[in-house]
């Protein structure tokens, strides 16, 4: 079974503006992000994170603070609770969309993606393990509240497979 590495992190919505700045730096909330992504993969060297999970009131303002038009809406609703379900998620989203008003944004590009082209759209590396960090509603996180999450393989309950490459041959005489 598939497990996630999961880091925790929050900031206070009080400290930004209406834009999505905090008020004693100008600092935005993605640019804080960014610093939780960064820590993420500081904290697990060799992971970045790929699900940023947080309420709905969060991910209206990490929208404003990267400037997303008004019909834009950040983040994919979760069908199946707290936990992101890759298969049937996007589907219900794209389904749900498609009687929409608005536009959802389902992913945001990485605070490791350092290349962009003339559109300033981040440019993907196939040989990299640096993808957009896919942008998940749970409703039951608290204002100021992200977590950034990776799966993982790991499966500690599985026992290590034996490889036997010779075995005797016993003869009975």
């Given at each position: 079974?598939?497990?996630?590495?999961?880091?925790?992190?929050?900031?206070n919505?009080?400290?930004?503006?209406?834009?999505?700045?905090?008020?004693?730096?100008?600092?935005?909330?993605?640019?804080?992000?960014?610093?939780?992504?960064?820590?993420?993969?500081?904290?697990?060297?060799?992971?970045?994170?790929?699900?940023?999970?947080?309420?709905?009131?969060?991910?209206?303002?990490?929208?404003?603070?990267?400037?997303?038009?008004?019909?834009?809406?950040?983040?994919m609703?979760?069908?199946?609770?707290?936990v992101?379900?890759?298969?049937?998620?996007?589907?219900?989203?794209?389904?749900?969309?498609?009687?929409?008003?608005?536009?959802?944004?389902?992913?945001?590009?990485?605070?490791?993606?350092?290349?962009?082209?003339?559109?300033?759209?981040?440019?993907?590396?196939?040989?990299?393990?640096?993808?957009?960090?896919?942008?998940?509603?749970?409703?039951?996180?608290?204002?100021?509240?992200?977590?950034?999450?990776?799966?993982?393989?790991?499966?500690?309950?599985?026992?290590?497979?034996?490889?036997?490459?010779?075995?005797?041959?016993?003869?009975?005489?």
């Open positions: 079974m598939e497990k996630e590495i999961i880091e925790n992190y929050s900031f919505p009080l400290d930004y503006d209406e834009s999505g700045r905090r008020k004693d730096d100008g600092k935005t909330l993605r640019d804080v992000v960014k610093d939780f992504e960064h820590d993420f993969h500081n904290r697990h060297s060799t992971e970045y994170a790929l699900n940023l999970y947080a309420n709905s009131r969060t991910m209206n303002l990490l929208a404003k603070s990267n400037g997303a038009e008004p019909f834009m809406i950040y983040g609703d979760l069908c199946h609770g707290t992101f379900n890759p298969k049937d998620d996007p589907d219900f989203n794209f389904q749900v969309d498609s009687f929409s008003e608005f536009t959802t944004v389902y992913g945001i590009d990485s605070a490791f993606m350092t290349d962009f082209n003339e559109n300033g759209y981040p440019v993907f590396d196939d040989n990299s393990e640096v993808y957009p960090l896919t942008l998940l509603i749970d409703e039951k996180m608290r204002d100021g509240e992200i977590r950034l999450t990776t799966p993982t393989t790991d499966d500690d309950d599985e026992e290590p497979e034996t490889i036997i490459n010779d075995v005797p041959q016993k003869e009975y005489v």
